[in-house]
């Protein structure tokens, strides 16, 4: 395999968030030769209202680093409006997911439903051959010319689990300049000093953007209002109460407002939501464990699998691997796993990998205790 740096001048249209990973790919994809305009999306309907500094990519202070950088690399530069369709694919979706019970990344949503769909598809009606990003991630060539997406040089900032959930005609359209950087972040930074970017010591945002003092129960409860409910041991015993299923998550230990301590002493996890009757379970760590998963809407980077295989997969984006069997069932995906993980919790993703290519990924539908799995043999 081999890099596909591609060989011809493209028409590239760069997503310039306001960062620094992104303004330096802009730079770079323009150094190379390709006719470069940077793009800035608007993902707020109201901007002036989200905190100001790094928090996320929608602030009217990134929109101007942004076309600050466009001017410095010498590029056009437009800020496009896709604040309705964010709304409806990634806020209202996180919602929702957190609503029924479920973790949702909003990243990886954004990721498949902003930049490399909605934009992506304006992108290729205006004339443009590829979308470019700051992301940490590589496209390859296979022998037989179709494109592969792979874990970035650097394994410390390898971003692919977020693009896990682009297919063989995004992948083709997709250009990703600091995939083979092997570099510290600080090296990213200085060579964004030398290029004359500002934004070269800008804090990089590790928020939802569009949670904008990081409050995401806060957030929640405004929207979906106070519930209060009860919080249940594994036995059904009441311990305490809470005002909204949806503040917690799967393998959560602080917060939980219990007066009443473990028989053993132990902390307690969040075990298990119940949207339906407003429960949340509560229990020890070790049945946190999980042996197996059912997945739902499954994506591929290229050609579906057939039949089971063996991979790795990563359930977090800042998770490590873990190695699993995996086979594509009725339209969905069945795992499991060579040992048990904990804290696996349904509305997330799980990518799956052979070696350093993404395969796909797939949602997180419903999971196997391990201590269920060991009691049923």
């Known amino acids: 395999m081999t890099d596909t740096t591609p060989q011809r001048p493209l028409r590239v249209l760069a997503a310039m968030s306001g960062g620094v990973d992104s303004a330096v790919a802009a730079a770079r994809a323009a150094e190379a030769g390709h006719d470069v305009t940077g793009v800035h999306l608007a993902l707020s309907a109201n901007p002036q209202s989200f905190r100001t500094g790094a928090r996320g990519c929608c602030t009217i202070e990134d929109s101007r680093d942004a076309r600050r950088a466009a001017d410095v690399i010498g590029i056009p530069f437009y800020v496009w409006d896709l604040a309705e369709r964010f709304r409806e694919d990634v806020v209202e979706d996180f919602v929702a997911e957190y609503e029924a019970g479920r973790t949702p990344n909003p990243c990886l949503r954004c990721n498949e439903k902003i930049k490399f769909a909605a934009l992506l598809d304006k992108a290729l009606a205006l004339g443009f051959d590829a979308v470019c990003t700051g992301h940490y991630a590589k496209i390859v060539t296979a022998v037989d010319g179709t494109r592969e997406l792979h874990r970035a040089s650097d394994m410390a900032k390898d971003q692919s689990y977020v693009l896990g959930v682009l297919d063989e005609k995004q992948l083709a359209h997709a250009l990703f300049p600091l995939g083979d950087t092997v570099t510290t972040k600080d090296e990213i930074r200085a060579e964004a000093e030398r290029r004359g970017l500002a934004v070269a010591k800008k804090p990089d945002s590790h928020d939802i953007c569009f949670i904008a003092d990081g409050d995401t129960q806060g957030f929640l409860a405004r929207r979906l209002g106070t519930a209060e409910g009860d919080i249940v041991d594994e036995s059904g015993t009441r311990l305490g109460t809470h005002e909204g299923a ?77 190695e699993v069997t995996a086979e594509p069932v009725d339209g969905g995906l069945r795992v499991r796993f060579t040992e048990p993980v904990r804290g696996v919790a349904p509305g997330q993703a799980i990518v799956l990998y052979d070696g350093t290519r993404v395969v796909g990924s797939a949602t997180i539908a419903s999971t196997v205790r391990a201590k269920d799995t060991a009691s049923a043999v």
């Open 246 to 322: 949806y503040g917690f998550t799967i393998g959560q230990r602080k917060g939980l407002r219990i007066g009443t301590p473990a028989p053993d002493g132990k902390p307690r996890y969040v075990l298990d939501i119940s949207p339906v009757d407003n429960t949340v379970t509560v229990g020890p760590a070790s049945s946190l464990d999980v042996s197996a998963l059912t997945a739902i809407k499954p994506r591929w980077c290229g050609t579906a699998p057939t039949g089971p295989g063996t991979y790795t997969a990563q359930l977090r984006a800042h998770g490590g691997e873990t």
